[in-house]
């Protein structure tokens, strides 16, 4: 039900398209991201080795 109250909001008073054009922005950087992680691979160097590393004096 809440949807459709939210629905019903943005038929009367639709966002600005400079709105949409940085959430369409947003969605493609995503899947840009993803599109190389998928297909090229995570690169070693940003990968965490699971311990902290603590600089001791």
């Known amino acids: 039900m ?3 109250f939210r629905m ?3 038929a009367r008073n639709p ?3 400079g709105r949409v054009r940085l959430v369409l922005a947003v969605i493609v950087i995503c ?3 993803y599109a190389v992680e ?3 691979g995570w690169p070693d160097w940003l ?3 699971g311990r902290a590393r ?3 004096p």
């Open 15 to 17: 966002p600005s398209a």
């Open 54 to 56: 603590f600089l001791r």
């Open 8 to 10: 019903s909001k943005w």
């Open 2 to 4: 809440h949807w459709l």
């Open 31 to 33: 899947l840009a991201i």
């Open 38 to 40: 998928r297909w090229i």
């Open 47 to 49: 990968t965490l080795d």
